[in-house]
């Protein structure tokens, strides 16, 4: 079964850091691109940053760019967002999705159950 | 506001068909393909349609989607009551080298 198990979320300061795992199962990671996409408590979907099977590329939402790091260990099998300098609006819902193997073809096949991260003092 | 343009609410009751829309532009829908999710209550996301009409593994044949110009839509006929969810469109835009997912369409089954 292929399976996204994210982790890492919690209570953090506006202004502190943060980094999210997700651990993936059942599928060769290593093969596909992978995402990050946040959902704020009541509000929809929106896209963060997605890196490609072999790392070699990233790429960022306008409102992240410069405070996260989108990474991946294919030997582990896990990705990774270091979130740093964070904001009350960066308080979500983030969820690690698999795109394709030709990313603007595929839709996210896979989700990962989510982690909340909650920024306040 | 999302760049993807979405009706906030839809209804239907059981056995009907209802259409969910899309609006977009040239440097997304207008250019590339579009990805349909269902997302249950307090769950995940689900790929519903991907590449503008392809059904994702295991989606029943009332799901059905089309895409014209810069505008897209997702049918959903003899609706039932499992189907009540929010409904999001995707797809990657190329002004802003990003996905962008539309604002989301509450379908409610009365």
Redesign the interface.
């Known amino acids: 079964e292929m399976q996204l198990v994210e982790s890492g979320g919690g209570l953090v300061q506006p202004g502190g850091s943060l980094k999210l795992s997700c651990a993936a199962s059942g599928f060769t990671f290593s093969s596909y691109w992978m995402?990050w996409?946040r959902q704020a408590p009541g509000k929809?979907?929106?896209?963060v940053s997605?890196i490609k099977s072999d790392g070699s590329i990233t790429?960022?939402?306008?409102s992240v760019k410069g405070r996260f790091t989108i990474s991946r260990d294919n030997a582990k099998n896990t990705l990774y967002l270091q979130m740093n300098t964070l904001r009350a609006e960066d308080t979500a819902v983030y969820?690690c999705?698999r795109g394709g193997v030709n990313?603007?073809?595929?839709?996210?096949?896979v989700?990962?159950?989510?982690t909340l991260v909650t920024v306040s003092s | 506001q999302s760049v993807l343009s979405q009706s906030p609410s839809a209804s239907g009751t059981p056995g009907q068909r209802v259409t969910i829309s899309c609006s977009g532009s040239s440097s997304n829908i207008g250019s590339n393909s579009i990805n349909w999710y269902q997302q249950l209550p307090g769950t995940a996301p689900k790929l519903l349609i991907y590449h503008n009409n392809q059904r994702s593994s295991g989606v029943p044949d009332r799901f059905s989607a089309s895409k014209s110009g810069t505008s897209a839509s997702l049918a959903i006929s003899g609706l039932r009551s499992e189907d009540e969810a929010d409904y999001y469109c995707a797809a990657w835009d190329d002004s802003l080298t990003g996905w962008v997912f539309g604002g989301g369409t509450k379908l409610t089954v009365l």
């Open positions: 995402h996409v929809g979907l929106v896209w997605r790429t960022y939402a306008d969820y999705a990313d603007i073809l595929s839709g996210f096949s989700w990962g159950q989510g």
